[in-house]
């Protein structure tokens, strides 16, 4: 039984208990900018005019296949390794964080 069938039946047996059924028939939506062919591309997928350069290339990402969205941005900086200790560094967060709010409840008490 297709769901056709079964909303047909489902309206028939509101339309047999005295009940007004109304339907309303979505607009069909058109393609977003990018999902049509397009000149020079492949189903979104652009292509690079003209030459390209040594600079040109990105340096901080690799490739992880062709399409849209295929880079992966390396993680740089503080948060790039995982620390050795992560049980004392969360205590330590958690001392600082009743330290602070013991600090700003003085404050809010003196004032």
């Known amino acids: 039984m297709n769901s ?4 047909s039946n489902i309206i028939d047996n509101l339309q047999d208990n005295g009940k007004a059924v109304t339907y309303k028939k979505l607009r069909q939506r058109g393609p977003r900018k990018g999902e049509t062919m397009q000149r020079n591309s492949q189903h979104g997928r652009g292509q ?3 030459n390209v350069q040594g600079g040109d290339r990105q340096t901080a990402s690799h490739s992880v296949g062709s399409g849209k969205g295929g880079t992966i941005t390396r993680v740089t900086g503080i948060g790039k390794e995982m620390v050795k200790d992560l049980h004392s560094v969360q205590q330590r967060y958690q001392q600082q964080v ?3 709010r013991r600090a700003a409840a003085l404050e809010r008490r003196s004032n």
């Not at 056709?4 to 909303?7: A, D, F, G, R, Y």
């Open 4 to 7: 056709i069938t079964q909303l």
């Open 48 to 50: 690079a005019l003209g």
């Open 98 to 100: 009743k330290a602070d």
